[in-house]
């Protein structure tokens, strides 16, 4: 139930936060802070997202799961060969799959 | 392209290329979602509603752990403040005003306003914005139903690595971003060292929001190498780079 609250609340805040845009003066845009904190903040986000999902089990317990760490490495390398984004995605799924299956 | 697309104008084109390869992603959404324990009407609603896919992705991955609800709710809503700054820049090109603007609103986000200033002419542009809107809320809300539908029937979802790519999906989401700009691949570092230190100590969801002040620590440039990462600094803004306009 709380989940749902959650979800509708995520749901109606991401599309204020669009109209929002569409509706504010467009001055906004011209404060440094303003500007450098939105642009740079979902690159931030993003990265701590990475680390927390790669190196934590979800909760308070930092973990080292050698099958996870080579899939998301595996997807690095397919980046960095300018690989499409869903084979960016197919590559670490299969890489992790597999080292599990050998073991890992 | 192929030959079945060469007869449409330029920005539908691109438009319907751009829209399916993106809104295809939404597979990896769906089973996001309920590898993190979220029902399939929950990640349909998301993708309906929200129809914003990092944010998505990042109050998922959040619930993935248990608890945190308020800190997955601020973190996919900080995420969903760059598409803000998207409508800012928008409202000047698509001139689009009244009720027509409240539909528009909901299809502000990266690969929309990417493709928009990415065009020649103000009608482009909103031929642009249309056609990309379109073809991926048809595209990723399909595939989000499916990709929920298929994960729900597999047990371990582990089994299959889908716990690796949901972190590989914010990998290649911040990886085009990063490429050759120093001051982006320090936030990231700072960002990812903030929240894995604070994993220990906090509850989960929270390393993830603090992990936002790392924008706000990094300098910008030459000259915020100089102010160091004070909140004030009149007269920075002409030498803000623009990297947002970067973005593809």
Redesign the interface.
Known sequence: MTLWLVIIGTCAGCYVLKLAGLSAPRRLLDHPLVRRFAMTVPVALLAALIAVQTASDGGRELVFDPARIGGVAAAAVALLLRAPFLVVLAVAAATAAGLRLLGL | MNTSTALLPPPVRDGLGMGV??G??GT?FGAAAVTAG?SVP?AC??SL????G??Q???V?V?????G??A??A??????????????????LLH?RGPR??L??????DETAAGAFAQPTAAWARTSFVTVFASIYLVWNLTTLLGALATERIGDT??????????????????T??RGNR??QA??????????AA??????GV??L???????L?P?GAAGAVEGGG?T?PG??GE?PT??EART
């Open positions: 390869a993106v295809l992603s990896a979220l929950q609603v998301l509603f929200a129809f914003t990092a944010s992705f990042a109050l991955g619930v993935a752990g248990g608890g609800l308020a997955g709710a973190g996919a809503l900080l995420l969903g403040a760059r598409n803000t700054l998207y409508g800012l820049r928008l409202a000047d689009w603007r409240l528009v609103a909901h299809g502000v986000i582990d089994a299959f690595g889908l716990d690796a790519m949901s972190a590989a999906v914010f990998l290649a989401l911040v990886g971003r990063l001051r982006e936030v990231a570092v700072l960002g990812a060292a903030i929240a894995l994993v220990p100590v906090a509850p989960p390393p993830v603090l992990a936002s002040a790392a924008a706000l990094v910008s909140p600094g920075r803004g803000e990297d947002g």
